[in-house]
């Protein structure tokens, strides 16, 4: 197994094992390790099936199906990232036209551990997915910060944060799923269940607030933090290649897409594996 570092920020990829066959109990602690260092892992020449892909996602733990977009997939487990249409009808849910900083399902009482994002077709320009490296986040944040955040909650929810800033920027955004309208309680920074490092854990998209002060407090307090957080320094942006397998730990990274429209068809499967609950102590 050779391991290559993609960025001063996060990322390395990985080459010289095969994903599409099974994994042994080693192969899969080792992925887990240079997941908990690395952050975000890159497996190139990958051809995977969506079988193959739920197959070795599971070696990970419980897979988690998105509860809110609309499936094209004929798996549960997959949902299809896309802006390709056929016969009228959109093939997957397509990328926003603006960029939403999130952790995938924080707003659940078991957000997602582990995103598997494979690429199925890549767009000719564009299409990419930019990553943030919330450990130095968290170990360069202002002391004034950590003192506000720390030990604190912070309400996450679907729909609430994200139709409130979108309006910020000019976007109306319509949340389709009227019906499921979760919102939890979870640390503000959490401590990573692998290496016990504190990460910053409330982002743009999905956190409403911060518990214990006003609303007007809260938004002040976090648009410093969501400022401090997209450091250049803290951020790596991947061009996706036809072919690999990107993995990424949502207890340390947020990301979002790329600000352009793809230029071409873009056509991404992603898996999911539940987590345990945030935890500060």
């Known amino acids: 197994m050779k391991v290559i570092p993609l960025s001063p920020a996060l990322g390395a990829e990985v ?15 080792d992925i887990v390790g240079l997941l ?9 020449d990958m051809s995977m099936s969506s079988e193959q892909q739920i197959a070795m996602s599971r070696n990970f733990g419980e897979l988690e199906p998105h509860p809110m977009t609309t499936n094209t997939s004929p798996y549960p487990e997959i949902t299809v990232v896309s802006n390709v249409t056929t016969d009228g009808k959109p093939l997957g849910y397509p990328t926003p036209p603006f960029q939403l900083w999130h952790s995938d399902l924080c707003y659940l009482e078991r957000p997602a551990k582990m995103t598997l994002f494979y690429a199925e077709s890549v767009p000719e320009q564009h299409g990419d997915t930019w990553f943030a490296n919330m450990f130095r ?4 944040l202002p002391e004034h910060l950590k003192a506000a955040l720390d030990g604190r909650n912070a309400v996450f929810s679907l729909d609430g944060s994200l139709v409130k800033r979108c309006r910020k920027i000019g976007f109306d955004l319509n949340i389709a799923a009227d019906d499921f309208k979760p919102t939890v309680s979870h640390p503000a920074i959490r401590v990573h269940p692998e290496s016990l490092r504190r990460s910053i854990f409330v982002n743009w998209a999905h956190t409403d607030s911060v518990e214990g002060y006003s609303p007007e407090q809260s938004e002040a307090l976090l648009e410093q933090v969501f400022a401090h957080c997209l450091n250049e320094d803290f951020i790596y942006r991947h061009r996706y290649t036809a072919g690999e397998l990107v993995i990424w730990d949502n207890a340390s990274v947020i990301h979002t897409n790329s600000p352009h429209v793809p230029v071409g068809n873009r056509i991404m499967r992603r898996v999911m594996v539940t987590g345990q609950a945030p935890f500060f102590q």
Do not use: C, K, N
């Open 15 to 29: 080459r010289g094992i095969d994903l599409t066959r099974p994994l042994s109990a080693r192969t899969r602690d």
């Open 36 to 44: 908990t260092e690395h952050q975000m892992l890159v497996f190139p």
């Open 137 to 140: 986040a968290y170990d360069t």
